[in-house]
């Protein structure tokens, strides 16, 4: 271990310690915290099996050896292998829901959080919604939290991964949504039935070659086929962008996370008006089209 532990005797002091070690490692925070203190209470908390309400004297507590042994475990990993620590412990929180993560799929952390927690208004009216599409699903948190927001709504998860769906239908049991959501292993819109959704919601791989090389270690625990998508980062979003509209019903919406590949998207596509989506709580590079949008501009589409 690169830091010394044997003056630990609390909580406090290995939190106060993660911190201070993850800021001088120079880990990298962009899985579900974004500094090093949230980090540390979240991995502390984890090995020793507590909620994160946990009443603030208990931080006091003198740990036994064994607690002291699992919370250096975690934090050895988080230093030297840069596991990203939602892999470390299993778990997230997406959109206000609890979900398994691990390596089959990506952390999730998109900002349509913000989007499905309002119930995509004012562009959708919630209670005419009735089928939802999370296309490249991963662990399914963005479907699975529709179908909490949307109570009256089938869901459809798309994912060319099978290992990815195992994650999903995992995550879909956990939250006893068997009857209304349902896993597609296709590609793209390859084995999905021409059914018209309300929403189609996609946070599709988007990462360029040349940004992918750049990315933190983080990020290279994450299954690159989630991740990588060509020299612009477009080759999932323009196939998406184009297919779309044979699935959306005439009032839909559809919603992608293109992140840093927004600007290619504009500049091969400057006649489309992309709405690009704000959020409160930060992330950008959202985009949103209407279904008459999606028709009106699919010749760029097709030729692009």
């Avoid at 939190?15 to 949230?38: E, K, P, V």
């Avoid at 990506?106 to 296309?135: H, Y």
């Avoid at 239908?169 to 021409?194: A, T």
């Amino acid at each position: 271990m690169v830091c010394d532990t044997s003056s630990l005797e609390t909580m406090l002091d290995y939190i106060r310690w993660g911190a201070s070690c993850f800021a001088t490692q120079g880990l990298y925070f962009g899985h579900g915290t974004d500094n090093a203190l949230d980090e540390s209470v979240a991995l502390v908390l984890h090995a020793l099996k507590l909620r994160h309400d946990l009443p603030p004297m208990y931080l006091q507590s003198r740990l036994t050896k064994v607690e002291r042994e699992a919370i250096e475990a975690l934090f050895k990993r988080r230093i030297m292998e840069r596991v990203p620590a939602p892999y470390l412990t299993n778990h997230v929180m997406f959109a206000g829901y609890s979900f398994h993560v691990d390596d089959r799929a990506l952390v999730p952390r998109s900002p349509i959080a913000e989007l499905i927690e309002k119930r995509f208004q004012p562009w959708i009216q919630p209670e005419r919604v009735t089928r939802i599409l999370d296309m490249c699903t991963g662990s399914g948190c963005i479907g699975i939290a529709c179908a909490h927001k949307f109570p009256n709504a089938t869901v459809d998860l798309v994912d060319i991964s099978p290992q990815a769906l195992e994650l999903a239908w995992k995550n879909i049991s956990q939250h006893g949504l068997e009857s209304r959501v349902h896993p597609i292993k296709s590609d793209l819109f390859k084995y999905v039935d021409k059914n018209r959704y309300d929403i189609i919601i996609s946070n599709p791989p988007y990462v360029s070659t040349g940004e992918m090389q750049e990315l933190p270690k983080e990020y290279h625990h994450e299954p690159a086929l989630g991740l990588e998508a060509g020299s612009d980062g477009l080759d999932i979003v323009v196939p998406l962008l184009r297919l779309a509209p044979s699935y959306l019903k005439p009032d839909g919406i559809m919603v992608v996370e293109v992140g840093l590949s927004a600007e290619a998207l504009q500049q091969r596509f400057p006649q489309v008006p992309f709405l690009w989506l704000e959020f409160e709580r930060g992330g950008e590079g959202v985009l949103m089209l209407t279904a008459a949008q999606l028709s009106q501009y699919q010749v760029f589409f097709r030729e692009g």
